[in-house]
């Protein structure tokens, strides 16, 4: 391995911010492990390892991990698809709606890589799929999920499947399985931003509301859950439904 230059490393260190992804596309991972898993899917541009061609220095300083892990990776960049894409008719889809913090959302992609979902469609305003603490959350998930960034209000408006939504004011999700019973094979699940739930806009065309209840019924607890945790809890209930 040719040792870094340190032009290098204040290149890998400028992918830690968005502007510089997107102009220079590129994307960082950090690991053997999410290096490992993402080279069977994205094309890997430099490769760099502590004592081999990096010292420990120049990998915390490109590194965006408190405790770095030593291999850091840079990859080209993929176009993300703003089109549904074929052959996607029978299958469950995630939409995300302003999902804002770059843990949940790579926490989401590496759930969805677990239960077989293979597409999630963002609104614009959810996070960079190539945010390197997204990328790390993923756990080389990214390797095997399409993210599509669209218009979502838009393009559900274009979906014959079923949408349904995560919201408080929702059926319970467990006393109303007849009616989702039949949709958990095709169908659009949801989820919202962390702060607001789903837009006005998204919630319009939902067209199964449902709410993950807390236990026991009634109980004094938080206000709700974190995104990704709910987004797990559904997408489990809807496998245990289709199988």
């Known amino acids: 391995m040719e040792k870094i230059s340190k032009a290098q490393v204040k290149l890998v260190k400028s992918l830690q911010q968005k502007k510089f992804r997107d102009e220079l596309g590129l994307f960082v991972a950090e690991g053997d492990k999410c290096v490992g898993e993402l080279r069977k899917s994205f094309e890997l541009v430099h490769l760099y390892r502590e004592g081999?061609?990096?010292t420990r220095m120049e990998i915390e300083q490109m590194s965006g991990l408190r405790a770095p892990q030593g291999v850091?990776?840079?990859?080209?960049?993929?176009?993300?698809?703003?089109?549904?894409?074929?052959g996607q008719e029978n299958s469950l889809i995630l939409a995300l709606d302003g999902i804002q913090d770059p843990?949940?959302?790579?926490?989401?992609?590496?759930?969805?890589?677990?239960?077989?979902?293979?597409d999630i469609f963002c609104s614009l305003d959810t996070a960079d799929c190539y945010n390197p603490k997204v990328v790390q959350a993923t756990m080389g998930a990214l390797a095997r999920v399409?993210?599509?960034?669209?218009?979502?209000?838009?393009?559900?408006?274009?979906q014959s499947k079923p949408i349904i939504g995560t919201l408080l004011e929702g059926k319970d999700m467990y006393e109303s399985l007849s009616s989702i019973h039949p949709?958990?094979?095709?169908?659009?699940?949801?989820?919202?931003?962390?702060?607001?739930?789903?837009?006005?806009?998204?919630?319009?065309?939902?067209t199964h509301p449902i709410r993950i209840p807390s236990y026991p019924k009634n109980a004094e607890t938080s206000e709700s859950l974190n995104v990704s945790i709910a987004t797990a809890i559904v997408l489990a209930e809807f496998r245990k439904l289709g199988s």
């Not at 399409?146 to 274009?158: C, I, N, Q």
């Not at 949709?183 to 939902?206: A, C, D, P, W, Y």
């Open 183 to 206: 949709f958990t094979h095709s169908s659009i699940i949801v989820m919202g931003n962390e702060g607001n739930g789903i837009s006005q806009e998204v919630r319009k065309l939902i």
């Open 103 to 118: 843990g949940n959302l790579g926490t989401i992609i590496r759930t969805c890589d677990w239960f077989g979902v293979h």
């Open 52 to 54: 081999e061609n990096a």
């Open 146 to 158: 399409r993210l599509h960034y669209v218009d979502l209000s838009a393009w559900l408006k274009e």
């Open 72 to 86: 850091v990776g840079v990859f080209k960049k993929k176009p993300l698809s703003d089109l549904p894409l074929e």
